[in-house]
């Protein structure tokens, strides 16, 4: 069975989209066959696209995230995934609030999976410019670039 990855952010058009499609774009180069997916905490933005600022960044980075709909965490979601990664510490205490006792899923926080930066929070780029959501592509990336090495030695 394939192992699993949710990533887990407010909104879920800006920064776990992002992630989704970094850790997407890294497993495809070296054929690593995962499921990855994203949701919100949030349920502001359930069924729309991502950003256009983040499908921009994405689409400049050679991957096409404009099909994703946003839908927020539900609690299947803790039984369906093997792995949920927050993008920050607030994502990350409301799914340990959420998670059931009887879930099996490994939660941790993005940052977590760099070296030197764990603890730490992706920015949220909402209310920021393009240079932001750069630097979400930036850290998504480095932290799907380890997360690949992880899940190919699970
Ligand atoms: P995200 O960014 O959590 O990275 O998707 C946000 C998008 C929308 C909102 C907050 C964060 N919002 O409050 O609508």
Redesign the pocket.
Known sequence: MSLSVLFV????????PLAEAALRQECASTGLNIIIDSA?T?D??VGQPP?VRAQAVAAKNGVDISHLRGRQVSASDFHDFDHMIA?DNQNLNDLKAMKPASGAVRISLLFDHIEGRAGEDVA???YGEDADFEQTWAEVTEAARNLRKLLEAA
């Not at 952010?9 to 776990?16: A, E, P, T």
């Open positions: 952010c407010l909104g879920n058009i800006c920064r776990s919100g949030g502001w933005h950003d993008l949220d780029p909402y």
